[in-house]
C-alpha cells in the first residue's frame, strides 16, 4: 500500500495540471476575445505615446 500513497499525490497534480491548460485553452479566443485585444491596442497605444511625448 505504501506505492499507492506515494503514486497519488503526482497524478492528483497532473489531473489539476490537465485541468488548468484546459481551462486556459477554452478561454483562449471566443467572445473575451474582442475586449482583450481592444484591451492590449489600447495599453500599446498609450505606451507608445508616452514615448513619442518623451523624445
Do not use: C, H, W
Amino acid at each position: 500500500m505504501d506505492y499507492v500513497s506515494a503514486l497519488v499525490p503526482p497524478f492528483v497534480m497532473a489531473a489539476f495540471f490537465i485541468a488548468l491548460v484546459v481551462t486556459i485553452v477554452k478561454t483562449q479566443g471566443g467572445a473575451n476575445k474582442a475586449k482583450e485585444d481592444e484591451a492590449v491596442d489600447a495599453a500599446l497605444a498609450r505606451a507608445e505615446s508616452g514615448q513619442q511625448s518623451q523624445k
